[in-house]
Nanobody
Framework: QVQLVESGGGLVQPGGSLRLSCAASGRMFRLYHMAWFRQAPGMQRDLVAQITNSGRIDYADSVKGRFTISRDNAKNTVYLQMNSLKPEDTAVYYC??????????WGQGTQVTVSS
């Protein structure tokens, strides 16, 4: 069992920045593939960014050039730096840990609201 705790969400004006953090339990964090998803009201949960255990990174087209995913294996934490935020970035952001093909864990989510 892997527990994930997200933090860092909040209310920010358009053009602003936020950094989300996701702290994972356990001693095998370095082996997990980690990802950030988001879900707006009435919408499906979509992939925002992912980072593999070897450091390969992918982004959704909508956030390329604005968001940066990173991980600190010594702290069991994955981050999502979000810059140049837009109102359409408003959503609940979820952290996901992929332990293996059949075993995934989700955090409880953190709300990000971009509004003036």
């Amino acid at each position: 069992q892997v527990q994930l705790v997200e933090s860092g969400g909040g209310l920010v004006q358009p053009g602003g920045s936020l950094r989300l953090s996701c702290a994972a339990s356990g001693r095998m964090f370095r082996l997990y593939h980690m990802a950030w998803f988001r879900q707006a009201p009435g919408m499906q949960r979509d992939l925002v960014a992912q980072i593999t255990n070897s450091g390969r990174i992918d982004y959704a087209d909508s956030v390329k050039g604005r968001f940066t995913i990173s991980r600190d294996n010594a702290k069991n934490t994955v981050y999502l730096q979000m810059n140049s935020l837009k109102p359409e970035d408003t959503a609940v952001y979820y952290c996901k840990a992929e332990v293996n093909v059949q075993e995934n864990y989700w955090g409880q989510g953190t709300q990000v609201t971009v509004s003036s």
